[in-house]
């Protein structure tokens, strides 16, 4: 059966997004990325699979060994997707930034 995966379902787990910060500065293997959680190394493997069906992950066999890296696109996508909700809520504080000192000062 194949799954179609979401995105955001795939980065709400804290577990995939701590993988994603692990590989923002280095592309690493799927030992030396479990080697960084308390769990099982399947379960980590799941999380690889899950990210690599969202594209968030790239694969690149190496020889023997296959490295995980960010895809640069994915992630851009998901960072055009949720700037103006970003701005918004910026825009949000600064009001209330705002009313809070007239409050105070009255």
């Not at 699979?49 to 995980?68: A, F, V």
């Amino acid at each position: 059966m194949n799954l179609r995966r979401d995105v955001f379902q795939a980065i709400a787990d804290p577990t995939r997004r701590a993988i994603l910060l692990l590989l923002a500065s280095q592309s690493m293997t799927a030992g030396a990325i479990a080697s960084n959680f308390d769990t099982a190394r399947p379960t980590v493997s799941k999380h690889l699979q899950i990210l690599t069906e969202c594209d968030l992950l790239e694969k690149e066999q190496n020889g023997r060994e296959i490295y995980y890296q960010l895809n640069p696109k994915k992630i851009k996508e998901i960072a055009d997707f949720v700037e103006p909700f970003r701005q918004m809520w910026d825009e949000r504080f600064n009001k209330l930034e705002d009313v809070m000192k007239n409050y105070k000062s009255k």
